[in-house]
């Protein structure tokens, strides 16, 4: 078996202060969409894929967890402040209608 290696198709999540790196990687699939972890070279650990699904799911709330959802959250696109200030309005040309029954009771 070979070198777990990240491909090149890969975004740096997190470099951690003791040199460990998180890549968010996709593979050959596009489906195939993974977490890298390498992690320092005096640590002796090994490189290892995890899986996004369990990446998440383990909402452990480290450094490269909360880096990855604030990725994820930068891709919605949405402002809040937009969302607080956003209310329903009516059709256009409804103002001038007339209510239907059941509006009118409900208002009185």
């Keep these: 078996m070979g070198t ?3 491909p090149p198709l890969r975004t740096l999540i997190h470099d ?3 040199d460990d ?3 968010l990687c996709y593979g ?4 195939d969409v993974y977490v890298f972890h390498e992690p320092n070279g005096p640590s002796g650990g090994r490189p290892s ?6 990446f998440l799911a383990a909402a452990n709330g480290s450094p490269e967890h909360r880096a990855l959802l604030g990725m994820i959250g930068s891709l919605v696109g949405t402002d809040r402040a ?5 209310t329903p309005t009516p059709e256009p040309g409804a103002d001038g ?3 239907t ?3 009118a009771a409900s208002s009185i």
């Excluded at 894929?49 to 369990?54: N, T, V």
């Excluded at 937009?82 to 956003?86: C, E, T």
């Design 4 to 6: 777990l290696r990240c």
């Design 16 to 18: 951690g202060s003791n």
């Design 21 to 23: 790196r998180w890549y």
């Design 28 to 31: 050959d699939d596009p489906t």
């Design 49 to 54: 894929r995890i899986e996004l699904a369990a």
């Design 82 to 86: 937009d969302l607080a200030s956003s």
């Design 97 to 99: 209608a007339e209510p």
């Design 101 to 103: 029954p059941g509006e």
